[in-house]
């Protein structure tokens, strides 16, 4: 009897600790949600994120980057997902270098960090086609963002394709990958939310019932890929269920989930904005960042995520667009070099401080709404279980107030909120900035570059295998498949000897359109004008007398792409390029238009064939001492040199200053696209009480947008 009651005692216990294994288990490593906020090993978080893109710096920067925003008070690091980068070609995968995606997210896991996957996969972001592959175009029958059989998975596409990846496929991929190193929380990982699609709303409206469906098919099918951790949507308020539908933009206090059991969430809290080649640069002050992130949190948010906290580098052709610069600085609170920017990272991560003080009572209790005067707020937190958390709000942005609450005065600077996690001590306005200012300088680093060769693209070359022959103008995304962003369109003009111009000495004028995104013109090789778009106008127009002789001439443009779209729906029907009509004005016959002509079409630069940029390239490239080269100049020149890194760690600039509109390579590897074309429009001057939107608060006008 004994020994058979102490075996049972023994079952009992095992079960027992089964049980309460299982459950720790559970509670350790679920995410789900409420209306208060995102629910993480069973308890509510006031969750502070932060934007760092991980193919935007380099893989040495990750560690820095990341342990600088844990330092800066975040919480969370939030990611696209860059599908363009991850797989170049259908099924050939790359998830190496600045696109290790699960080295990058195990170091956010190292530093005790949280991770946002934002998988889209399109995902917008001033990055090439929206992060689209532009292979992705030529399936047939398809159309982008909307309820299409190819575009989200169909048979068709295994067809033609081989079992390349569409939205779902792609999708599952990322996820897979994800859960076989065991990234999301509900795994042990760091992954605490995901993202399907981006700011998707417009879109849906647009497309009508099309786009719906999709909607739906999207959030269904991110469901079923089974996290184990929530899903999100940005900026759509028909965001069906279980998914938590998010704000974007300056300032999101008035926004409301669709739903009054989901969480209050900001995906993108803009900490600045993007620059273009041509525009100026904006800066928005980090009193009212503060301001708003506040006001946020004081109406219940509970997730904020900068966009960017780092915003770093557009590398090689990322940029989207089109005109958007190399640099994606975004007067983030680490500049695009990662260096910590001053008073902006200190102000937040004071900021960061006094929020997390009121989590208890802000995770607790829904906020008690009292006036204070006309133009003034208290937000008051009392959890039933004690404690209390206030903030206190001015929205007057021209005069500071004295307000009185709970029997104590208080004064508030104009468009400031005060926080009280105790209710009576204010630990933080978001106004009043005591972090002293950092100026980045440029110093020069010793290793200057004085020797250079030059080698003179050629102009002519026709006929070296890769040119393709058709009547009329095609369309340069369609030949190039983006490979490259030039494409030369090159003809014959034949002109009777009897020309009256040849006679009179009254130049024909060549007059030509393009949608973009700049031109370049030769006649009979000679280099007679270009064109380049603008920011606000981006279609290029050209007109420029020609000198053309009797007999046969030849007419060469190079069309030039800086960056394909990033914004919209249908990206199937975007064609660019020379798509006419080219015409000569001011012949016998008055104009001939050269649209239908025979052109000759040749993909990229001769200097690319050669793979001149590679410093492994061994090309019977003529390259020659660039100050003779300087001599006989035409505008389309590679220059090279060598010269030794600088001693230590610092980030390192290029100066472009001198130079005009093109590429850089180091050691093979593209770090951007360069234009020092200046920064026009408004400078405005700024001051942080007030609305902020683009372009108050610019800088940089009459200077190239880009110099470094
Ligand atoms: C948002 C978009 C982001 C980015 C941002 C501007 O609307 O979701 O991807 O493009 O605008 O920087």
Wanted: hydrophobic fraction near 35%.
């Amino acid at each position: 009897m004994g020994s058979e009651f102490s075996v049972k005692k023994m079952n009992f216990m095992f079960w027992v600790l089964m049980v309460l294994v299982i459950e720790t288990q559970l509670i350790r490593c679920s995410v789900t949600y409420d209306r208060k906020a995102l629910v993480i090993n069973g308890q509510r978080k006031i969750l502070i994120s932060g934007s760092i893109h991980y193919p935007r710096s380099t893989p040495e920067m990750w560690e820095d980057l990341i342990m600088k925003a844990k330092e800066g008070g975040l919480d969370v690091i939030d990611t696209y997902v860059f599908w363009n980068g991850h797989e170049p070609s259908p099924g050939n995968y790359n998830f190496e270098g600045r696109y290790d995606l699960v080295r990058f997210l195990k170091i956010i896991q190292k530093a005790g960090l949280y991770a946002h996957l934002r998988i889209g996969p399109y995902i917008c972001g001033e990055w090439n086609f929206g992060g689209f592959p532009v292979w992705l175009k030529y399936i047939p029958g398809i159309s982008f963002r909307t309820d299409n059989g190819p575009f989200k998975f169909h048979p068709t596409i295994i067809y033609y394709y081989q079992a390349h990846e569409a939205m779902q496929s792609f999708t599952e991929k990322i996820v897979d990958l994800m859960k076989s190193h065991n990234l999301f929380q509900s795994q042990g990982g760091p992954i605490i939310l995901s993202q399907i699609e981006n700011e998707y709303g417009k879109q849906r409206e647009s497309i009508g019932e099309d786009g719906y469906n999709y909607m739906v098919w999207a959030a269904n099918m991110a469901v079923r890929t089974q996290t184990g951790v929530p899903w999100i949507m940005c900026k759509d308020d028909e965001t069906p269920d279980p998914l938590i539908n998010t704000c974007n933009g300056f300032y999101c206090h008035q926004f409301t989930p669709n739903r009054p059991y989901k969480p209050k969430l900001w995906t993108e809290a803009w900490s600045g904005w993007f620059t273009e080649f041509g525009g100026s640069i904006s800066q928005r002050p980090v009193q009212d960042l503060a301001f708003a992130v506040a006001r946020f949190i004081q109406t219940g948010g509970s997730l904020v995520n900068y966009y960017m906290y780092h915003g770093g580098t557009n590398f090689g052709r990322t940029a989207g667009g089109p005109f958007i610069t190399t640099s994606y600085d975004y007067d983030a609170p680490l500049d695009e070099y990662g260096l910590i920017r001053q008073p902006k990272f200190g102000h937040l991560r004071e900021l960061h401080k006094a929020i997390k003080l009121c989590e208890k009572a802000l995770v607790a209790a829904e906020p008690l709404v009292t006036d204070l005067g006309p133009l003034q707020q208290a937000h008051v937190f009392y959890p039933e279980k004690g404690g209390c958390a206030a903030f206190l709000a001015n929205y007057d942005t021209k005069s500071g107030a004295r307000v009185m609450f709970n029997n104590r005065h208080y004064s508030l600077p104009p468009w400031s909120i005060s926080i009280l996690p105790d209710c009576r001590n204010v630990v933080f306005n978001t106004a009043k900035v005591g972090v002293q200012t950092s100026h980045m300088e440029m110093v020069p680093s010793g290793a200057d570059i004085i020797e250079w060769e030059s080698y003179n693209e050629d102009i002519l070359a026709l006929g070296d295998g890769s040119t393709i022959t058709a009547i009329g103008l095609l369309d340069q995304l369609n030949m190039t498949r983006d490979s490259t962003d030039y494409l030369w369109y090159r003809t014959s003009v034949e002109i009777d000897p009897s020309e009256h111009f040849l006679h009179s000495g009254e130049l024909p004028t060549l007059v030509m359109k393009s949608t973009g995104h700049a031109v370049h013109v030769f006649v009979n090789g000679k280099h007679i004008g270009s064109a380049f778009g603008a920011r606000k106008d981006r279609k290029v127009n050209f007109s420029e007398k020609v000198n053309l002789q009797p007999g046969a001439n030849k007419i060469s443009l190079l069309s030039v792409a800086v960056g394909l779209p990033n914004v919209g729906a249908h990206f199937e029907r975007w064609d660019m390029g020379i798509l006419g009509p080219v015409v000569l004005h001011g012949l016998n016959q008055g104009q001939r238009d050269l649209s239908s002509n025979r052109w000759t079409y040749q993909v990229g630069l001769k200097g690319e064939s050669m793979n001149l940029a590679s410093p492994n390239s061994v090309s019977m490239a003529r390259w020659m001492d660039s100050k003779l080269a300087v001599q006989n100049q035409q505008p389309l020149m590679w220059h090279k040199s060598y010269f030794d890194a600088p001693e230590g760690d610092e980030p390192l600039a290029l100066d472009m200053k001198s130079m005009g509109k093109g590429q850089v390579w180091i050691n093979g590897q593209s770090i951007g696209r360069y234009w020092t074309t200046e920064a026009r429009g408004d400078c405005k001057n700024c001051t942080y009480a007030g609305r902020f939107k683009p372009p108050n608060c610019q800088v940089g006008c009459g200077k190239p947008s880009q110099r470094w």
